[in-house]
């Protein structure tokens, strides 16, 4: 079975600085997809995110981006110039290529962007 | 463009009360269906998906049903609350088929008392 971890339970950071949020999974699966997902006060799951596991490079979004390290079963993500916008609370979520499209998800990382 | 609607955003309902949330789908056809469950200050744990009509696969045992009457339908449901169905329930779909990522509905707030 595959789990997902996230072992920063909260985190802050300052405005226009960059952090880093950490993920570990475990699978034997070869073929599978790998998520950030971010959750503001309203409860609304955003896709921030997408990474395919049998693509070497790290994907990016704006100021989104990870670092996918496949044999260690890593998935980190790092925020530049943080905004007092990404103030929430990040998942880190695992798919399992499949018809069924389910996804496994981490406990969570509240970040807090200050001022 | 697709869209999910999930209502109601909040409920309260007295132990032993039945349930019903109900998950729409619009702009696309044969999505796979997802209820997720949301414990305070956790992640997400799947509870129900559904691939096609009338198809519900069940996750983890528990007091809740869920069942899709028409396509872009999912409902979830129970005839008698318990105090440990609180929670925070989000319903998600993804496209049939190659499926590459969930979208979420807004979520609906359930307190059990």
């Known amino acids: 079975a595959q789990t997902v971890t996230q072992s920063q339970p909260e985190m802050s950071v300052q405005e226009a600085e960059t952090v880093t949020l950490s993920c570990t999974y475990d699978?034997?699966?070869?073929?599978?997809?790998l998520f950030w997902y971010k959750q503001p006060p309203s409860r609304q799951m955003i896709l921030v995110i997408r990474?395919?596991?049998?693509?070497?490079q790290n994907a990016t979004e704006n100021r989104f981006s990870v670092n996918f390290q496949k044999a260690a079963k890593s998935f980190s993500l790092k925020i530049s110039d943080s905004q007092l916008g990404d103030t929430a609370m990040y998942f880190c979520?695992?798919?399992?290529?499949?018809?069924?499209?389910?996804?496994?998800f981490g406990q969570g990382t509240t970040l807090q962007v200050k001022p | 463009s697709q869209t999910i609607h999930q209502w109601p955003a909040t409920l309260v309902q007295p132990v032993g009360s039945p349930l019903s949330l109900e998950c729409t789908v619009e702009?696309?056809?044969?999505?796979?269906l997802y209820w997720y469950r949301q414990a305070a200050g956790r992640g997400l744990q799947l509870l129900f998906y559904?691939?096609?009509?009338?198809?519900i696969s069940s996750e983890v045992p528990q007091n809740l049903s869920a069942s899709r009457p028409q396509d872009r339908q999912f409902i979830l449901s129970s005839k008698k609350l318990l105090l440990s169905d609180s929670g925070f329930y989000l319903c998600?779909?993804?496209?049939?088929?190659?499926?590459?990522?969930?979208?979420f509905g807004q979520g609906t707030r359930l307190t059990v008392v």
């Open positions: 998600a779909w993804s496209p049939g088929g190659g499926i590459t990522e969930a979208f």
């Open positions: 699978t034997s699966e070869n073929n599978y997809y």
């Open positions: 990474q395919e596991a049998y693509k070497q």
């Open positions: 979520a695992f798919m399992k290529h499949s018809n069924t499209g389910k996804l496994i």
């Open positions: 702009g696309t056809s044969n999505p796979n």
């Open positions: 559904s691939v096609g009509i009338g198809q």
